[in-house]
Structures are given as C-alpha cells and as structure tokens.
C-alpha cells in the first residue's frame, strides 16, 4: 500500500509510456546544454544576449523543464482528479516530439546563427504546445475545484503567456516586428513563476506527502496560494505594461511573498517527515524550495530598488538559482521517484491481472532505481559550478558545462536503467502466464 494513496485514481492513469517518453528524454535535451556552454567558453556569461547563452537556456527550460512538465500533467491530473486529458494516446506522442524537436532546432538556430532552423523549431513548439494547451485547459476547467487540478490550470494558462511572448520576441529577432527586448522579463517571469512555478506547486501538494512521507499542505494554502500567485504574476505585468511603477512593484511582492510562503511550509512540512532515513528525493526538493525563495528575495529586492537584475553578474546568479537551483532540482527529485514507481505500479497491475500475485516476485522502486546519492552530488557540482560561473565568468564556464553535461546525462541513464529492468520484470511476469 502507498502511504497517502487512498483518494487517487489509479485506474484512471495513461499507458505507461505516455508519460516515460518525455521522462526518458528531457535529460538528454539538458545535457546538450550542457555541452553548448562548454563549447562557447567564457563569452556565455559576458552579455544576457549572448546566442549560446539564450539557446543552452532554452534547451533546459523548454527541452528538459517543460517536456517533463508535459508528461507530468497527462500522467498527474487523471490519478489525482480522476479526469484524463482528451486524447492522451495521440496528445502526447505529438507534443513529446514536436517539444523535444523543436527545442533543438530552435537552439541550433539561435545558438549557432542558422535562422531556418529556428524557425522550424519555433513553428514545431508552437504546434506541439498549442495542441497540449487546447487538451490540458479542457480538462483543467473541469478539475478547477481540486486544488492541484486548479493549480494546473493556471499554469497553463501561464504557458499560453509565456509561449505568445516567446513567439513576438523571436518575431522581433527576426526583423518581422519591432524589437521589445523589455518583453523579455515578462516572457521569464510567466516561464518561471507561473508555468513552472505554478505546475511545481500544484504537483507538490501530492508528491510532497506521497512520496517523502510529509503531514500534507495546508488546505487554505492549497486552494489560496496558487491563484495569488497567479494574480501578482496579472497585476505586475500590467504595472510594467503600463509603466505604472507602484502597480508593478504590488504585484512583483504578491509573488514574491507567495512563492517565499510556498517555500517556507514545504521546507517546513519537510522538516516533519515520518521517515528519517535521508533520501535525495527529499534533498533535491529542499535545495530547491532553499533557492526558491532566494530567488524570490532577490525579485523582492530588485522591486524595492536595492539591486538590479539586469545585465549583470547578480542577474545571471539570479537566472541559475532560479532555473537551476529551483526548477531542475525539483524535477529532478520528481523523476527520481515518479519514474520507479511507475514502472513499478504498471508491473503490478500485471502480477495482478494475471493472477499471479504471490507467485511472481518483482522489483520494489529502490530496486528499480536505488537511491541516486552520487548523482545527486553531480547535480550539487553543477549547481556550484554554475553558479560560480554567473558571478566570475572566464575560465569557470567550461568546467560548469562538463558538469551540467555530467548530472543530466547521468540522470538520463539512470532512469533507462528503469526501463530496462522494468522490462525484465515484465518478460519474467508475462512468461508465467
């Protein structure tokens, strides 16, 4: 029996590969930015327009965070409100591909100069991202008095921001359209507090207790937090839309003290877990809600005017606490356990269709993945490493490349390790029948 698994709808869940694809190969995306950053050496973290800098970006948060997030939502929304999103089997496959693909076209093209490459890419993710909005906003309307549901939701609706955005300013780069590079903090700030930060919120308030055996959320936070994020996200726009500096810098705190808020009570409820034993799952959140909220203290401090995240060394420390201290950490501690126990819950299903139960053994999770310590401690260096150098540059990017290189390609193999013996498990339980 899973702890906390009582009310979620296990029948209601997507074939097994619906979700793995896009599991299996964000890492690889991650670590191809990896290697961009070490080829392009030390002018990456010199100007925030740099062409390697902007695609290697791009390749981790459309080609590793938000395929995960794709596959997150087809495999999360039906178990937990018991809705599925339309047309799972053909929407998936589709956005998979066009994501994955488009994600690297569009870094080639930007990245290396080649504008038909970045034009296909761009033409590919809006086709696949399109697509998946229309089906996830179906069913997110229906689940919108579930809190993760809603949640979800809003995300959502902050990827259509984010994807609207990222298409005016690729317009401008390409000299379709007058050239408003002041969009760019607004297209960031969607990508990273509505659409990453909103789903990782949603997505939180079951895998937090579910899986590290934590008390569970609030539930004045999880049916109020959300949409006061979402809300601030509304109102500073407008305010930096408008010009109008006190609506702006209202609704830039409103975010900050949600997400600051959101961070504190899982660090929090992280802090009362039923389980001593140290996991990396457990850790990779919390140097993930830890960076959160730097992060948001660091919005909250350009809002009062005491810094400036512009182009400068603070701003590029800004970008890798905030994507990578924050986003990858997180998600990375969601594959290190949503992964095992797919592929254990799918293999289960089958000892007991078949009848088998008691008669075939099968991997538990850990033996499907046992805990990723050394792993973890790759995606700690790189984290280091980037860090160190977004604030001194030069010769630190190399080593910071081959590091991110390291802990997304390890990861990625890791999780094919899944795969290859969930399917020596499957082979051994079918050939019993």
Same mark, same amino acid.
């Given at each position: ?12 869940? %997507? ?10 190969? @964000? ?5 191809? /930015? ?28 459309? $080609? ?21 999103? %339309?047309?799972?089997?053909? &929407? ?16 080639? $093209?930007?990245? *290396?100069?080649?504008?038909?490459? +970045? ?6 993710? $809006? ?6 909005? @229309?089906?996830?906003? @179906? @069913? ?6 579930? %809190?993760?549901?809603? +949640? ?8 259509? +921001? ?31 507090? $509505? ?28 049916? /109020? ?29 409103? &975010?900050?003290?949600?997400?600051? &808020? *959101? +961070?504190?009570?899982?660090l929090t409820l992280q802090a009362r877990r039923r389980r001593t034993l140290r996991d990396p799952t457990t850790d990779a959140w919390r140097v993930g809600m830890a960076s959160l909220a730097v992060a948001a203290l660091l919005m909250g401090a350009q809002s009062a005017g005491v810094i400036t995240l512009g182009d400068t060394r603070i701003g590029f420390l800004f970008g890798v606490v905030a994507v990578y201290g924050f986003a990858v950490s997180v998600v ?60 001194f540059g030069g010769a630190w990017v190399w080593p910071a490349g081959v590091a991110v290189v390291t802990d997304f390609g390890w990861l990625g193999v890791a999780l094919v390790g899944v795969v290859g013996r969930h399917r020596e498990d499957r082979e051994r339980v079918l050939?019993?029948?």
């Amino acid at each position: 029996m899973i702890p906390g698994a009582g009310d979620l709808r296990f029948d209601r869940m %997507p074939p097994l590969w619906v979700p793995l694809r896009a599991f299996l190969a @964000a890492p690889f995306l991650g670590a191809a /930015a990896g290697v961009m950053l070490a080829v392009a050496g030390p002018a990456v973290f010199v100007d925030r327009w740099n062409r390697e800098l902007i695609a290697a970006a791009h390749l981790v948060t459309v $080609g590793f965070l938000t395929l995960v997030m794709v596959g997150a939502i087809l495999q999360v929304l039906p178990v937990v409100t018991g809705v599925p999103v %339309p047309g799972t089997r053909w &929407v998936g496959p589709l956005t998979e591909a066009t994501v994955a693909t488009g994600a690297v076209l569009f870094a080639i $093209g930007v990245g *290396y100069g080649v504008p038909g490459a +970045a034009g296909v890419g761009a033409v590919l993710l $809006g086709l696949g991202i399109g697509v998946f909005v @229309a089906v996830a906003l @179906a @069913a997110t309307w229906l689940t919108r008095r579930n %809190p993760t549901g809603r +949640a979800m939701g809003l995300s959502v609706l902050s990827l259509v +921001a984010v994807a609207g955005l990222g298409v005016f300013l690729l317009a401008g780069h390409a000299g379709w359209v007058p050239l408003r590079r002041d969009l760019t903090e607004v297209h960031l700030a969607w990508a990273l507090a $509505g659409w990453v930060g909103l789903l990782v919120m949603g997505v939180s308030f079951q895998v937090v207790p579910l899986f590290q055996v934590t008390p569970n959320y609030p539930r004045w936070l999880e049916h /109020a937090l959300p949409a006061v994020a979402f809300t601030g996200l509304v109102v500073w726009t407008a305010g930096r839309l408008a010009s109008v500096g006190g609506l702006a810098a209202a609704g830039s705190l409103t &975010v900050v003290a949600a997400f600051v &808020v *959101y +961070a504190g009570v899982t660090l929090t409820l992280q802090a009362r877990r039923r389980r001593t034993l140290r996991d990396p799952t457990t850790d990779a959140w919390r140097v993930g809600m830890a960076s959160l909220a730097v992060a948001a203290l660091l919005m909250g401090a350009q809002s009062a005017g005491v810094i400036t995240l512009g182009d400068t060394r603070i701003g590029f420390l800004f970008g890798v606490v905030a994507v990578y201290g924050f986003a990858v950490s997180v998600v990375e501690g969601m594959l290190y356990k949503i992964v095992p126990f797919l592929s254990w819950l799918h293999l289960q299903n089958i000892v007991t269709a078949e009848g088998l139960v008691g008669k075939v053994k099968i991997r538990n999770m850990r033996q499907l993945l046992p805990p990723p310590t050394r792993q973890f401690a790759a995606h700690l260096a790189a984290y280091g490493l980037l860090s160190v150098a977004a604030v001194f540059g030069g010769a630190w990017v190399w080593p910071a490349g081959v590091a991110v290189v390291t802990d997304f390609g390890w990861l990625g193999v890791a999780l094919v390790g899944v795969v290859g013996r969930h399917r020596e498990d499957r082979e051994r339980v079918l050939a019993e029948t």
